[in-house]
Nanobody, 125 residues
Framework: VQLQASGGGLVQAGDSLRLSCVASGRTFSGYVMGWFRQAPGKGRDFVAAIRWSGGSTYYRDSVKGRFTISLDNAKNTVYLQMNSLKPEDTAVYYC???????????????????WGQGTQVTVSS
């Protein structure tokens, strides 16, 4: 399994960014794709996830209403649209896939089996 994340950058508070994660190496139908983030000196936190089949989603409270996770099945790509960005959103963002869970969505990083390389998002005030 390979995950390639991209789309990060330096923006001002209130701006938008769209992260992309291209997945390859197997069929992902039935499994969960997630986005996590890690700020300097902190642990890796769950941001959002989506089930590849059915499209059910789950978000951390602090991004609800601002971030949207979506899928393009034809391109095997997961997106994270981030609007109204805040300085506290600054972090390295990682995409990951949970190849074990068949129902529900888990938020703990150790539930996810494969990870992309991360893309930096910096939001200035």
């Amino acid at each position: 399994v390979q995950l390639q994340a991209s789309g990060g950058g330096l923006v001002q508070a209130g701006d938008s960014l769209r992260l992309s994660c291209v997945a390859s190496g197997r069929t992902f139908s039935g499994y969960v794709m997630g986005w996590f983030r890690q700020a300097p000196g902190k642990g890796r936190d769950f941001v959002a996830a989506i089930r590849w089949s059915g499209g059910s989603t789950y978000y951390r409270d602090s991004v609800k209403g601002r971030f949207t996770i979506s899928l393009d099945n034809a391109k095997n790509t997961v997106y994270l649209q981030m609007n109204s960005l805040k300085p506290e959103d600054t972090a390295v963002y990682y995409c990951a896939v949970d190849l074990t869970t068949t129902t529900g969505i888990y938020t703990r990083p150790n539930r996810y089996d494969s990870w992309g390389q991360g893309t930096q998002v910096t939001v200035s005030s």
